[in-house]
Structure formats: C-alpha cells, structure tokens
C-alpha cells in the first residue's frame, strides 16, 4: 500500500488524498474536522515575549552605567534574549498560514503590529517567500538557504559577523519576484523601517535609562544570538546527513528531509510553533500547530506510520552528526 504513495505534492511528501486509518477515518473527512485553537497561539506568543523581556529586565537589575558586572553579563543575558525572540519570531511563520485569527486580514493585521516588526518583515512579502520553500524544499530554487550550510564553529563565526545574514538577505532578494503583488518594494522598505525604528526605541530607551548593560545585551541577543539559533534550527529540521561541506547545495540539489523532534520542554521553545514537529508541517502546511497532535494520531494509525516513526531524532543528536567532521566527499 506504500508504493502506491510514492508520487508526493509537494518535495518530501507523500500523497495523502485517500488516506484512510485503521478505525476507517479519511484524512479528509480529519483535515475538514481541524479549527486552529487561536487562543493557544495567544498565550504561547505572550509567554515567549515574556520571557524575552524578562531577560532585559536581569540585565538591567545588574547595574546601570558602564557597571563592570553589567557589561561582562550582557552575553549571558544575551544568549537568553535570542533564544526567546527567535521563539517569538517563529510564530510569524504561523500567521504566513492564516493561524493567528480566523479572519485572514485582521490575521495579517495582527501579525504586522505584533510579530514581523521583530525581524523588519512584512507578513504578506514573508508569506510568499515562505511557500517558494515548500514548494523548493531541498532544491536550488529554496529561499531558505541555512540548511546548504553545515552548523560549524566556521558557520558560527560567519554568523556572528553577520556574512550568513547577507546570503539570506541575497536570496530573499533574489525571491521577491515570486511574491504577492500587492507586498511592493515599497511596503518591503516600510516594514524594514517599522523594525529598525522598533529596536532603536527598545535600545534607546535602556540607553537613556542608563541600563548600558541591558542595551548591549539587546544588541548581542538580536543581532548575533538570535540569527545563529535561527539558522541552527534550519539545519537540524533539513540537512541532510550525506550532505557535503564542499557541495554548493544553491547549484546542486539537496533533497527534501523533514525531521520530528522529541518534545520536552527546551524542544518545545526551540521549535515553538510546531517546528518542531516539521514534518507534519510540511505534510499539512496550513495546519496549525495547535492541530499537530491530532494529525500525528491519525498518521501513526495508518500505513505512513513508518515515515513518521523514521523522522523521530532530537535536536542534539542531529546536531551531533551535522557537526561531527568529515572528510571531503565521504
């Protein structure tokens, strides 16, 4: 019964029109049954904002001034502060499927005042680049370009100094021809000013409060902490084990992988928003997380149970052998 799914829809998927569970239910009669739980979403985003400022908050309580103890602690806060907004930052990919509300323009109403100022996007431009990955996934024609790259301490350099920011940008730019029409340039520069003048008020603010330490902790946490952890994430849900470092995976093609990740509390804000379950995601790319427990029952009780099964890792464990070095070509 497997061989008759080989064709997929989308890269790395397998057909799920005619999906039926061992208790009869129809894949469809259980995609027409889910509503997204908004109110979860919510709650899921204020907690992570919470967070995200809570780190601020230590920072400041360190000392105020050029205070030695707040400067030498700004890195730690600023390990924290990444973490969290990269956890926040994930739900603008929720609102890019319509998951915020169940009104698609107060959806990107909300998502716009709330979510994309972090990162200096607009929903409607991020939307459409985003599906060129689904659509792309593991090919050279993918606008997400972290997974080409193997998460090592050279990765890590490069992305502290801000040279893997520049090849995201590039190809993003390099997309923006896919997009909806109505994302202009013009709206693209106002969304990019709405995130500048966003962080210039929040750095500004500790600045003139005289919390050096917690504007420097900012500074580090969104500019350097923040970027790495988001392109971490990528390389662990995509990469392929058999990738090599000295492939250029923009030419030549990667291949689809989707990866489940183990669900205790650090996977869980890692990848928040239902990353990390990213296959389902990429099976059900307009589901919302908040639905993912359910699809994944459905799964295992029919014969896709092994697809599943075999995508189940953690994220240190891929890490691991993403990192681990290899000889050319092995």
């Not at 920011?165 to 709405?194: C, I, S, W």
């Not at 295992?300 to 890490?319: I, M, N």
Request: charged share 15%.
């Amino acid at each position: 019964m497997m061989e008759t799914r080989a064709r997929t829809v989308l890269p790395g998927n397998p057909v799920l029109d005619g999906v039926v569970a061992a208790d009869g239910k129809r894949w469809e009669d259980v995609r027409r049954s889910l509503v997204p739980r908004y109110g979860w979403v919510w709650v899921d985003i204020g907690v992570r904002y919470a967070l995200t400022f809570a780190g601020v908050a230590a920072a400041c309580a360190l000392g105020t001034g050029w205070d030695p103890l707040a400067l030498a602690a700004a890195p730690v806060f600023a390990v924290w502060i990444g973490f969290w907004f990269a956890s926040v930052v994930l739900f603008m990919h929720e609102a890019a499927h319509y998951n915020l509300h169940p009104d698609k323009s107060t959806n990107d109403r909300l998502a716009d005042a709330f979510v994309c100022p972090l990162t200096g996007d607009a929903v409607a431009s991020y939307r459409a680049l985003h599906w060129q990955h689904h659509l792309h996934l593991g090919e050279p024609g993918d606008t997400e370009v972290s997974y080409h790259y193997a998460p090592t301490f050279r990765f890590l350099v490069e992305t502290m100094v801000g040279l893997h920011a520049l090849r995201v940008f590039e190809r993003h730019q390099n997309g923006a021809g896919q997009e909806n029409p109505t994302a202009t340039k013009h709206a693209r520069g106002l969304a990019l000013a709405r995130g500048l003048v966003v962080h210039g008020v929040i750095v500004g603010v500790l600045a003139a409060g005289g919390w050096y330490g917690g504007a420097l902790a900012w500074i580090l946490g969104v500019g350097v902490v923040f970027p790495y952890f988001s392109a971490l994430r990528q390389q662990l849900e995509h990469r392929s084990f058999t990738a090599r470092a000295e492939v250029d995976y923009n030419l030549v093609p990667h291949g689809a992988v989707n990866r489940m990740f183990g669900g205790g509390p650090l996977a869980r804000s890692f990848g928040a928003a239902g990353f990390r379950q990213h296959l389902l995601h990429h099976w059900c790319p307009s589901v919302s997380y908040t639905n993912y427990e359910e699809i994944e029952e459905f799964f295992l009780a029919t014969d896709l149970r092994p697809l599943v099964d075999e995508a189940r890792t953690s994220y240190l464990g891929v890490w691991r052998r993403l990192a681990a070095p290899r000889a050319p070509g092995s």
